[in-house]
């Protein structure tokens, strides 16, 4: 395995990196901060976002590095100017300073350029693949495929908002390739944080947990979690849930459900392809791990321990207040759920899971459904345990990101090999199909990889 390992780590090689800043006539058209509202303080415990899109490139080194990249770093730059608070660095003066954006003149982030000689056709299979790969911003596979990456601060923008730029950039890209001009007006990001009101004081909590954390951390980095070294212990791998199979596990739960659970809980139910994908993967997850920790020569006793999972809402149409799609910033509700273990390694574990995280969705919808929680996020973040949570949403399409060379052919979000997260996404090939991303120890993919492909065939 260790050999296996060097030789993946060989097949990179770095042949540029340099500083994309943003346009000129964005210097005096922006402020020299921003605050950061009580929906970003929880994200400041977080690991960095990094997604990256594999395309079909079918070109030479030459026509990539005279070309190509020209073209990435000229529609970067337009983007950023668009969409600046990416291209700032995060503070975090000691208390009681509130940690904010700042924002200068000489703004601009790194752009590395990389040549690969690994297989491009296994990279964008299914099979589990080596994170350490994945890490260059535009990766080159000569004459047949193009990594573009971005990493960036989930403290800075949430999923919908980091969406919102990449699409921006890749339009701007695909525009300036075919001559024609971008159109991306009507989607201007709202930079205004005064959108975002906190009127039950949700925001000193927070501040004072985070206090407390600076004064337990010892590392100078602003943020506990400035972002792991790639992680050569783990592989991604994609597992699909196809239009069929996902009607048939929401058919199979609904008939567990009922039986136990009254009519107006039932109606209550949000049972949707969200919900019961999370499902589904959450209880493999929990049987795979357990699998791996049962040593058959212990007397090692499970108990009936809790298991959380963890998963957000996008709040921009959820307020009392309105909030602007396009606001460019963290605009989420964590929502916790807890289940006993003896529910969710029985019979109708992924039943009971779907019931209680469509159950939770639902409850979004009530007054004072939203936000419940907000002043347990830190706290939930801190003392994360058994918690397994979800990045990434079918929503996004995530897929219609087109640079101007097609649709990619895989997208991975990579930060999940940095904590129990698992990623859910649109797929390329089927409408209503999607793809559950899933980072785990080599030895271990195959367990879990059993398990989520026996347990279709029972629904």
């Known amino acids: 395995m260790a050999g296996r390992e060097k030789s993946y780590s060989n097949m990179i090689e770095i042949i540029d990196q340099t500083r994309v800043f943003l346009p000129p006539k964005t210097e005096d058209s922006r402020p020299s901060a921003l605050p950061l509202t009580f929906m970003d303080i929880p994200w400041l415990l977080l690991y960095p976002m990094q997604r990256v899109y594999f395309y079909d490139f079918p070109h030479s080194t030459l026509h990539f590095t005279n070309s190509a990249i020209p073209l990435l770093k000229r529609s970067l730059s337009a983007a950023l100017g668009r969409f600046y608070p990416l291209a700032g660095s995060l503070a975090s003066p000691p208390p009681p300073g509130k940690p904010h954006i700042l924002l200068s003149h000489s703004d601009g982030i790194i752009f590395t350029t990389a040549i690969s000689t690994a297989d491009y056709t296994e990279l964008i299979s299914d099979k589990p693949q080596y994170v350490g790969l994945l890490h260059s911003l535009a990766t080159l596979f000569p004459d047949s495929g193009l990594c573009i990456g971005a990493r960036h601060l989930h403290v800075a923008a949430d999923g919908t908002a980091n969406n919102h730029f990449l699409k921006t950039w890749a339009s701007m890209c695909m525009a300036e390739l075919e001559g024609q001009p971008a ?9 205004d944080r005064n959108v975002v009101k906190d009127p039950n ?9 985070w206090f407390s954390i600076l004064e337990d951390n010892s590392s100078p980095s602003p943020s506990p979690n400035p972002g792991p070294s790639p992680n050569m212990d783990k592989a991604i791998a994609t597992f699909t849930l196809s239009r069929d199979q996902i009607s048939r596990l929401k058919s199979w739960v609904l ?10 809980e039932l109606e209550l139910l949000h049972l949707s392809t969200f919900s019961v994908a999370c499902a589904y993967t959450w209880v493999c997850l929990i049987k795979s791990k357990e699998i791996e920790r049962c040593d058959p020569s212990s007397d090692r006793d499970f108990g009936n321990i809790i298991y959380r999972f963890g998963f957000v809402a996008d709040c921009r149409n959820r307020l009392e207040y309105p909030i602007p799609m396009t606001y460019f910033g963290n605009c989420l509700d964590l929502l916790p759920i807890t289940l006993e273990r003896v529910v969710l390694v029985g019979t109708h574990g992924v039943a009971s899971a779907a019931g209680a995280i469509g159950a939770k969705v639902k409850e979004l919808g009530r007054e004072g459904g939203v936000l419940k929680e907000a002043k347990r996020s830190i706290s939930m973040f801190k003392n994360a345990g058994d918690f397994v949570s979800v990045a990434g949403s079918p929503r996004q399409r995530t897929y219609e990101t087109n640079f101007g060379w097609g649709r990619p052919r895989k997208v991975l979000l990579v930060h999940i090999d940095a904590s129990e997260c698992f990623s859910l996404l649109d797929s390329p090939d089927e409408e209503g199909c999607v793809e559950i991303g899933l980072a785990l120890r080599k030895e271990s993919m195959d367990t879990f990889s059993t398990l989520f492909q026996q347990g279709l065939n029972s629904f």
């Open 183 to 191: 159109r991306i007006e009507k989607s201007l990001p709202v930079h």
């Open 201 to 209: 004081g949700i925001e000193p909590v927070l501040l004072k947990d």
């Open 255 to 264: 008939t567990k459900l009922s039986p136990a659970t009254s009519e107006s």
